[in-house]
Structure formats: structure tokens, C-alpha cells
């Protein structure tokens, strides 16, 4: 039975991008197991639980009656299935401070804990890291998602992630070349155009961020380098890439996509796809 890591927001993740790469798990009878920055239970954005909603830029409901149901059933505190994941600040080392008195010892303790990570990690097929506004708080520029990662790409394994997730591609980096690991890669991801205005929100604040603190596209633009691409394909209804080992997709509505292709990577060794 394969095995698939999913790391998700504390601060909200989008309901259809946990929903469709899970039902392409469950159908495939994988075993998958949950992560978050803290332990706690995941939750799902309000607007990806209303099939009422507008989406700004897209000018059209995203989320089909169906959906929402799905994501209500899923997001239910009475649903176990998100119950008590894997505390991702237990289980992966702090980095630390470099301007710490010991910082030389502390960092020989920080990597011998990685070690023990990666050890732990040989249990898992793949990883996936699922998209929303959330990750923009707590999985970007967390470290101990980006050694995940690392973890993940060093021994070529699959690495999946949609949406605001793909950020953390761009952001995991080796200390010793700080190079991002999508360089020369070909990606997808959030794109410009699908930026929101206004209303970029979060679960549990009502702070309203405006406009998304960063353009995705422009950072995975600049990560992937001259010889890689990221791919917005603005107006087709589905954009998702392929390189492996990475799996990306770019939003909501490629979602079901994303993991069926990573399905197909573990099941029929894809290796390139969507470019």
C-alpha cells in the first residue's frame, strides 16, 4: 500500500484542493496522512464551502453544489478523517539563530535530527502540499516544510503542491547554494490574473490582507530560471504540470487533475506532463 504526506494550513486551506487529490488516494486504496505547522485541525475556507460565492477575478461561482457538500462533510468536527495530524514543530528540528552561542553545535544537532527525519520519511511515497490562502501565513516560509522538501527531492520521490502551495517549491532551498530546487524545472501555480483585489482572507482573523502579499507567478517566473517555465495558461480550464518530480497545480479547478497525475507518476512512472 502506497503512502502520501499531506501538509496542510492551520489558516485555511481550499476545500477542492484536499478533496480532489483525496479521492484519487482513497480509489487507489493509499493510506494518507495529514500534517500541520502546530497540530492542529485543519479548516476550510468559507468560500470554498459556498457554492454561492463569486470568485473576483474569475467572475464565476467556483464551487459546485456537489463540492460544497463534500467540503462541509470533510471540514465537519464530527468527521475524524483531520483529526490529530502529524505536529510538523514535534517532528522536524528548529533551525537555529545564527547569531546563537553555540550556533556550531546546534547546528551539528539540527542535522543529525534531520537524519532521523529522513529515516522517519521512508514510510512515504509522496508528498502533497495543498493550496488556499492559508499557506501564505504558515507554509511558505516555513522551514520545516521546506526541509520536508528537501528531504522528499533528495531522494526523488514525488512532490505535489497546488495553488499558494507551490510557493514553498520556490522557497526550499539547500543552505550550502540557497538555489531554488524548481530551477530549470517547468511549473504552474497561482497565476496573475488570478489574483485577487480584495479579500484575501484567513481562518480565525477577519484581517482582510487586500491583495495577496506576493504574485506567485512572478516568483515561480524567476525561480525556474532561463531554462525552466512556469506555465499560467490563462483561459484553459486546466493547468497542470508535470516535471518530475514535481506535480503542480495552479488552482481550484485543477485540483481532481493534480492527483490523478500524481497517481500517475506512482502507478505508470509519468514523468512529464502539460508542456
Not at 493550496?131 to 522528499?152: Q, T
Request: aromatic content about 12%; charged content about 25%.
Amino acid at each position: 500500500m502506497k503512502k502520501i504526506l499531506v501538509i496542510l494550513s492551520e489558516w485555511g486551506y481550499w476545500g477542492e484542493e484536499l478533496v480532489g487529490p483525496l479521492e484519487a488516494f482513497d480509489a487507489e486504496g493509499y493510506q494518507v496522512d495529514f500534517a500541520t505547522p502546530t497540530g492542529k485541525r485543519p479548516v476550510a475556507l468559507p468560500p470554498s464551502m459556498d457554492p454561492y460565492y463569486i470568485d473576483p477575478p474569475l467572475g464565476k461561482p467556483v464551487v459546485s453544489q456537489e463540492m460544497a457538500q463534500k467540503v462541509k462533510s470533510l471540514d465537519d468536527p464530527r468527521n475524524p478523517r483531520l483529526d490529530n495530524p502529524i505536529v510538523l514543530s514535534k517532528w522536524l528540528p528548529d533551525r537555529p539563530y545564527w547569531s546563537s552561542p553555540k550556533f556550531l553545535r546546534e547546528m551539528e544537532a539540527y542535522y543529525q535530527a534531520l537524519d532521523e527525519v529522513e529515516k522517519d520519511l521512508e514510510q512515504y511515497d509522496a508528498i502533497l502540499i495543498v493550496g488556499g490562502s492559508g499557506p501564505i501565513i504558515d507554509l511558505a516560509n516555513n522551514h520545516r516544510v521546506h526541509d520536508l522538501i528537501l528531504s522528499f527531492y533528495r531522494v526523488g520521490k514525488p512532490i505535489a503542491a497546488e495553488c499558494y502551495g507551490v510557493t514553498c517549491l520556490a522557497f526550499a532551498r539547500d543552505l550550502d547554494d540557497r538555489k531554488s530546487i524548481i530551477w530549470g524545472k517547468h511549473v504552474t501555480g497561482h497565476c496573475k490574473e488570478y489574483d485577487y483585489m480584495d479579500g484575501t482572507g484567513f481562518v480565525g482573523t477577519d484581517l482582510n490582507m487586500g491583495p495577496p502579499p506576493y504574485p506567485l507567478e512572478y516568483i515561480l517566473r524567476d525561480a525556474t530560471g532561463p531554462n525552466g517555465q512556469y506555465h499560467g495558461n490563462v483561459g484553459k480550464g486546466i493547468s497542470v504540470i508535470v516535471d518530475y518530480p514535481f506535480i503542480t497545480g495552479r488552482s481550484t479547478p485543477d485540483s481532481y487533475m493534480t492527483g490523478q497525475k500524481l497517481v500517475e507518476v506512482l502507478e505508470k512512472e509519468l514523468k512529464r506532463y502539460g508542456w
